[in-house]
């Protein structure tokens, strides 16, 4: 019912920046959470952040004061700006949607490479 697509991945220098894009459509009402998860590879996947409707927002401690999640409600969109990225940042990121009374929502995946 719900279609996550995510975007801005790509290769940055260590130290650099990099925002991500997830736009929702389809069935979109009764979201109570969106998030960024990554998987890295041979390891499981893991939160990122999250932020709920009322803009209430959870960050993995290993991202703290680094990443920022924010939401446009206007373009169905949640965004992920990275900041002072680190090597161990390097991983596929996926926009995660709960929506009340359904289970999960995924998208595609967007790579991010930190390397020099």
């Known amino acids: 019912q719900v279609q996550l697509v995510e975007s801005g991945g790509g290769l940055v220098q260590p130290g650099g920046s990099l925002t991500l894009s997830c736009a929702a459509s389809g069935s979109i009402s009764r979201i109570i959470v969106m998030g960024w998860y990554r998987q890295a590879p041979g390891e499981q996947r893991e939160l990122v952040a999250t932020?709920?409707?009322?803009?209430?927002?959870n960050y993995a401690d290993s991202v703290k004061g680094r990443f920022t999640i924010s939401t446009d409600n206007a373009k169905n969109t949640v965004y992920l700006q990275m900041n002072s990225l680190k090597p161990e940042d390097t991983a596929v990121y996926y926009c995660n949607l709960q929506r009340l009374f359904e289970s999960d929502y995924w998208g595609q995946g967007t790579q991010v490479t930190v390397s020099s």
């Open positions: 932020i709920t409707r009322g803009g209430g927002t």
